[in-house]
């Protein structure tokens, strides 16, 4: 026999427009506060923006839904977040630059309140056309984001990863984690 789980409170619509959303992901801190990601495509930009939703342990939404990647005129898709044991979380994701071609994997560090903390992070150096970014964080907020890039000099994609610490400093280098 199954059990089903009981369900916890209604049906929570997360981005105040219900146009273009693709890409969600939630984190969940110790107390069951989380946070939601996703990407949402603008029409009147026609450029695609990740965005970012706080949440308690109710469901209660805490603000408002923020634009974590601006204004710039680039694609922005494939967010990921991580939450640490304080409700402390970082979102990943990748961009793309229609005019250079420039495809690169970025970050932004925030408090349990939602507030920003530093600023923005490219996170590849070596790799290039970035894809996929994934990030996943310690109960003390350090964190590793990995990636899919491409290698010109092979003409082909591989696995990358980088390390940082909960103050989003570097630890290491961008490493290749696949051998083939």
């Known amino acids: 026999a199954y059990a089903q789980p009981a369900k916890l409170g209604s049906e929570i619509k997360v981005s105040t427009t219900t146009n273009g959303i693709e890409f969600p992901t939630v984190a969940v801190d110790n107390d069951g506060d989380f946070a939601v990601t996703w990407g949402q495509y603008d029409t009147a930009s026609s450029y695609t923006y990740v965005y970012m939703q706080r949440y308690d342990n109710t469901g209660a939404a805490q603000g408002s839904e923020v634009k974590v990647t601006g204004n710039s005129a680039l694609f922005f898709a494939a967010p990921d977040i991580a939450m640490d044991d304080d409700g402390d979380f970082v979102v990943t994701w990748s961009s793309y630059n229609s005019t250079t071609g420039a495809q690169n994997i970025h970050f932004q560090r925030f408090d349990a309140t939602g507030t920003k903390q530093g600023t923005e992070t490219t996170v590849n150096v070596n790799s290039t056309e970035t894809i996929s970014p994934e990030i996943a964080m310690d109960d003390d907020g350090d964190f590793v984001i990995v ?34």
């Open 147 to 180: 990636w899919t890039g491409y290698e010109s000099a092979n003409s082909s994609y591989a696995l990358y990863m980088q390390r940082y610490d909960n103050t989003g400093t570097a630890q290491g280098t961008e490493t290749k984690v696949n051998t083939s």
